[in-house]
């Protein structure tokens, strides 16, 4: 908040007393105008404020219920009458809501507004991405949607893993569920604590033209403060109530005679905040605010699985033959032929050959899993029998079918904080809140269908794969007012970032194996599922386990000085983030679990079974078939670790995981310049650095020469270049080593870049018509035309630094066995 105090004649009013008092908690603050007659309090904590301005021999002059907003300068210019100071004039402020300090492109949502806006998510991130320069996906003025920060009071509330909420985690904003949404049905970016709407005082999003303190983050600054008590206890109580039971069934549901997944949704909760000790203790009064929100989700959806008919689990199968004269345009259509893998003798393209050479027929642990685990299909008339698996090779709705019901999907969150706040006197305001969080919800990334798992019963679908969240975050602030003239604004937070993905895994169906049978393989059909005739799909993309613990500690440091018509501000940051990484799989479809393929993608992978595929009969649907129920393994795979400085193997079931260490430092100057009335010229610098990751055993690999030396990427190129103009090929031998045995012992995967600095300059300015064409379009006073240039860096988030380093050659070591014999 700031102004300029001059009299009558337009003459600066050196020496008056500008006096802030916080009409909910009836604070004040104060400050001196200086020899241009201007004032600043710096770091005003958002809410509605009463402005009085006194001097010997002038009229004292008051404005009333001035609102303070987050992240935004209120001007409350003010020109005084000569008079006794006991006399008070009421001022009216005119444009005090302009942003006119600087050039910052930025809107704010208060409160009450908030309240009023529709959100069924009540997250205030649901409003992120209707700001100016502000795509769907949350993008911002075309920066990467992972680029945006997030603070909150003050602290840091970014996710260190991606950047967004919305590619490992879920997204708060704005979904029907509850906030429960991924980025592929648009989910807007946010923080990684809640935010909901009975908790906040308002937020803004900064999307342009930033001032110099805003450095290491390309996208949207998002600024939200926490709601805090008064000097009255308050208090409000809400509970939301959701069902779907008016709703129509689905088709395909129907179809199957499955009734309409049937779910409701509670949202409860509440707030107060008040006084804790109704007299002032050293220097003034403790006020708190707590909120609690609890979201009960008793959910239920569809799940729709390949199953085998009932003749498929007897060993017999019924194909289509369709030989030259079927094949010709206009022919005959194709014959439905019986083979028996068992018994029968028309196989091969001689059609007289046996179906199983071997004379075994169907594998005798294959029936014993279908039979006993595995309910028959039940979509007869949808999709041919084949449900959402339409149109694919895997379902021919005679020998493979679907199978669809419901399934419970439940989630359940629970979200609390609590902010205190108190005055050491008229100087020192400090401010310190806390916040849990913990989500458990379904997710329908494996489930049973059999009834293998203790507790889980043929032909009901259990969810198995659960995504659970607990991150919590503490902040503390403590503002000082050094000189009327000089602020300094000091905060730190912990944020801890905790996320998994649980699911059981590749646990195999009979003990013995030592690993899981996957009928058909690997593969998934987009919007139905895995496509394994298995009572709970393995595929390792579904199943694969991974957790995410990021602990950020964060430091900020700000001075605001008020020289003249010269507003300085000054400062830096620093940011340590410790992040322990661990996954179950190599990110290219291999789990730590053994996994037997009975069939895959291709049919029957290099197996060649020519000799026993019927004449006119598709090879692929053959082999896939055939090595299902025979029991032959076409692919079998695992996926092994490695550590330590020789890379030594590491037991069966052992974890990839890995512990970095990433510091950041940012210092800044900025001054904004009143160069007239009108017009502010805001100018500044910013250096930002961003520290290589150090993991705590060495787990980073380097691309090395023959010589053992790290590679450098633009000799190499230089080099290729170079022998290419000359009609020569350039390919030396590479290869990959542990960082800490490149070069002699290298500490940093990659050189820290010292370059970072960002340069700010940008006007507002606030032009005064009063007629003409000028004066219908901006008035006197009443628009403000703002303009800059800046260079800011992004950042690197987790996933670039931390989770795909440790997919690193040598670290995992995929295993993959083709089987190329009958």
Known sequence: MAGTVTDQSGAAVVGATVTLVDTATNTERTAATNDTGRYIFANVVPGIYNVTISKSGFRAAKFTKQEATVGTALTLNVSMELGSVSQTVEVTASGAELQSLNATVGSTVAGDLLQSLPSIGRDTSTFVTLQPGVSPDGSVAGAVVDQSTFLLDGGQNTNDMDGSMQVYTPSFAGDPSGGIVSNSIGGAPTGVMPTPLDSVEEFKVNTANQTADFNSSAGAQVQVVTKRGTNSWHGTAYEYYFDNNFNANTWDNNAAGNPLPSYHYNRAGAAGGGPIIPKKVLGGKTYMFGNFEGFWWPGSTTVERLVPSANMRAGILTLDVCNAACQAPGGPAPVPT???????????????????????????????????????????????????????????????????????????????VTRLDHDFGAKWH?????????????????????????????????????????????????????????????????????????????????????????????????????????????????????????????????????????????????????????????????????????????????????????????????????????????????????????LALNPPLTHAFDQSTIPYYNVYWSDSWRMRPSLTLTYGLGWTLEMPPVEKFGKQIELVDDAGQQLDLKTYLNARKAAALKGQVYNPVVGFALVGNTGGGQKYPYLPFYGSFSPRIAAAWNPNYDSGVLGKLMGHGKSVIRGGYSRVYGRLNGVDLVLVPLLGTGLIQPVQCGNNNM
């Open 430 to 646: 400090f401010n310190a809140s806390y916040r849990y969080y913990k989500l458990v919800r379904a997710s329908t990334s494996q489930v049973d269908i059999g009834g293998f798992f203790p507790g889980d019963k043929l032909g009901t679908p259990a969810i198995l794969g659960t995504r659970p969240q607990q991150p919590w975050y503490f902040v503390a602030g403590l503002t000082t007012n050094i000189t009327p003239n000089t602020t300094n604004d000091f905060h730190f937070s912990y944020l801890r970032n905790y996320w998994s993905w649980a699911n059981p895994g590749g646990v195999p169906q009979f003990s013995q194996l030592g690993g899981a049978l996957e009928p058909f393989g690997e593969s998934t059909v987009g919007g139905a599922g895995p496509v394994a005739l298995s009572p709970y799909n393995v595929n390792t993309q579904n199943v694969r386990t991974r957790f995410w613990d990021g602990q950020d500690k964060f430091f900020r440091d700000d001075i605001t000085m008020l020289k003249g018509n010269h507003l300085f501000t000054f400062g830096g940051a620093y940011q340590r983030n410790y992040n322990y990484h661990q996954r179950s799989d190599n990110g290219g479809g291999i789990n730590y679990q053994p996994t037997y393929q009975l069939g895959d993608s291709v049919g029957g992978g290099l197996i060649d079974f020519s000799s026993t595929n019927p004449a006119g009969v598709d090879s692929t649907q053959w082999a896939r078939d055939v090595s299902a129920v025979l029991g032959i393994v076409t692919d079998s795979q695992v996926a092994y670790t490695r550590s330590g400085p020789t």
């Open 338 to 416: 019986v083979f028996n893998l068992n018994t029968g003798t028309n196989c091969g393209p001689s059609g007289a050959a046996a179906c199983d050479p071997r004379s075994i027929g169907i594998n005798s642990l294959v029936k014993q899993m279908w039979d006993t685990n595995m309910p028959l299909p039940n979509e007869p008339n949808s999709g041919g029998g084949c449900g959402s698996f339409s149109g694919t090779t895997y379902c021919d709705g005679v020998n493979v079918a679907a199978f669809r019901a419901n399934a419970s999907s439940p989630y359940t969150s629970h979200f609390a």
